[in-house]
């Protein structure tokens, strides 16, 4: 199993990046699709969510109307397009796959994480 996440890097204020996850080795249309991410010295957070159709999505109130997240499962890739950037979006984020069966998660992957860096 992999998720490989790309796109990150050092971007000012005001500005836009586009991240991509990249999944293999297991069914990427089953799983719901989440980004994460941790600033320095603060716990990991729910940045945005999309379920394993794509159908539905949710937002961290701090991304809302800023961020959006979409899903290509015909190339097993989830994408997190951030526009308007803040200093505070700064962080390491992490794609997360959650295989969901009754409400639980039953399989969790995570990748490693790539580096968004909001500065001028």
């Known amino acids: 199993v992999q998720l490989v996440e790309s796109g990150g890097g050092l971007v000012q204020p005001g500005g836009s990046l586009r991240l991509s996850c990249a999944a293999s080795?297991?069914?990427?249309?089953?799983?719901?699709m989440t980004w994460y991410r941790q600033a320095p010295g603060k716990g990991r957070e729910l940045v945005a969510r999309?379920?394993?159709?794509?159908?539905?999505?949710n937002f961290a109130d701090s991304v809302k109307g800023r961020f959006t997240i979409s899903r290509d499962n015909s190339e097993n890739t989830v994408y997190l397009q951030m526009n308007s950037l803040l200093p505070e979006d700064t962080a390491v984020y992490y794609c997360?796959?959650?295989?969901?069966?009754?409400?639980?998660?039953?399989?969790?992957?995570w990748g490693q994480g790539t580096q968004v860096t909001v500065s001028s």
């Open positions: 997360n796959a959650k295989l969901m069966r009754s409400g639980a998660a039953v399989r969790d992957y």
């Open positions: 080795g297991f069914t990427f249309n089953a799983y719901a």
């Open positions: 999309i379920t394993s159709a794509g159908v539905s999505t």
